[in-house]
T-cell receptor, first 113, second 114 residues
Framework: AQTVTQSQPEMSVQEAETVTLSCTYD???????LFWYKQPPSRQMILVIR??????QNATENRFSVNFQKAAKSFSLKISDSQLGDAAMYFC??????????FGPGTRLSVLP | SQTIHQWPATLVQPVGSPLSLECTVE??????LYWYRQAAGRGLQLLFY??????ISSEVPQNLSASRPQDRQFILSSKKLLLSDSGFYLC?????????????FGNGTRLTVT
């Protein structure tokens, strides 16, 4: 069975600074996919970034990038030049082909002006 | 482009009353459909998922049921609500048969059972 762990219930970052959110996962599959979702106060779930496990290159979307360490089963999210609008709950998720998504418990990110 | 509609946005219901939450997807055919529940400050719990009309899989035994009467319609129901059914309910869809397809979520329904 898949499991996803986010060991940081809360994080804070100063505006314009960089922050890294941690995520570890466990799966016995060799083919899987990893995602980061953002849930702002509106509670809408927004896809931030995704990574295919077979790709060695780390995914990047503007100010968001991941550090994917397959051997360590680690998938951290780096937010550069943090903005007030980045304040939200962030969920890490994994998905194996033919299986359902598994979400971590989330990390609440505060951005300080 | 694909869109997902979920309603109502907010609902307050007394214990023992019925429930019906509806979700529809536009702009795609034969999507995988999901119902999640999120307790306050917690992660997402998968309740039901469907890969086709009339095909429902339940992940957690509970007071709720789901139905998919049409290809792009997914309904979450209960005959008698419990206090423990309170929470935030999210509908989502993904592209069937595409392993890299992410989940696309609706705006959610905040349910309070009183």
């Amino acid at each position: 069975a898949q499991t996803v762990t986010q060991s940081q219930p809360e994080m804070s970052v100063q505006e314009a600074e960089t922050v890294t959110l941690s995520c570890t996962y466990d799966t016995s599959e060799s083919d899987y996919y990893l995602f980061w979702y953002k849930q702002p106060p509106s509670r809408q779930m927004i896809l931030v970034i995704r990574q295919e496990a077979y790709k060695q290159q780390n995914a990047t979307e503007n100010r968001f990038s991941v550090n994917f360490q397959k051997a360590a089963k680690s998938f951290s999210l780096k937010i550069s030049d943090s903005q007030l609008g980045d304040a939200a709950m962030y969920f890490c998720a994994s998905c194996t082909y033919g299986q359902n998504f598994v979400f971590g418990p989330g990390t609440r990110l505060s951005v300080l002006p | 482009s694909q869109t997902i509609h979920q309603w109502p946005a907010t609902l307050v219901q007394p214990v023992g009353s019925p429930l019906s939450l509806e979700c529809t997807v536009e702009g795609t055919s034969n999507p995988n459909l999901y119902w999640y529940r999120q307790a306050a400050g917690r992660g997402l719990q998968l309740l039901f998922y469907s890969v086709g009309i009339g095909q429902i899989s339940s992940e957690v035994p509970q007071n709720l049921s789901a139905s998919r009467p049409q290809d792009r319609q997914f309904i979450l129901s209960s005959k008698k609500l419990l206090l423990s059914d309170s929470g935030f309910y999210l509908c989502a869809w993904s592209v069937a048969g595409v392993s890299t397809s992410p989940l696309h979520f609706g705006n959610g329904t905040r349910l309070t059972v009183t």
